[in-house]
């Protein structure tokens, strides 16, 4: 699965540095993509990434609304078609 290794939030974006686990050791497809809520169908713009070695750092990065007050916000990965929810939860 992920690991998620570090989540930062700065006034204009969040940033959330994840690897895969070990036993992916066959990927096809990596995507990811923000939700307004617990569903992925929530999600209005997929961003495919390279694929990488395992154990090797990604980056989901999302812009936000400096006026935004939330504290979760719901980042999907997508591992050759398995959804994974990744809640990221940011105290300000």
Known sequence: SVTILKTTKTDKDIKVEFSLVPNELDIKMIKYGWGTNESP????????????????????????????????????????????????????
Do not use: Q
Request: hydrophobic share 35%; net charge neutral.
């Open 41 to 92: 169908d929530t999600v209005n713009n997929w961003i495919y990434m390279e694929k990488k070695s395992v154990g090797e750092t990604m980056l989901a990065k999302t812009n936000i609304d400096p006026t935004d007050n939330k504290k979760e916000y719901h980042l999907f990965v997508v591992i050759n078609n398995r959804v994974i929810y990744m809640p990221i939860n940011i105290n300000s």
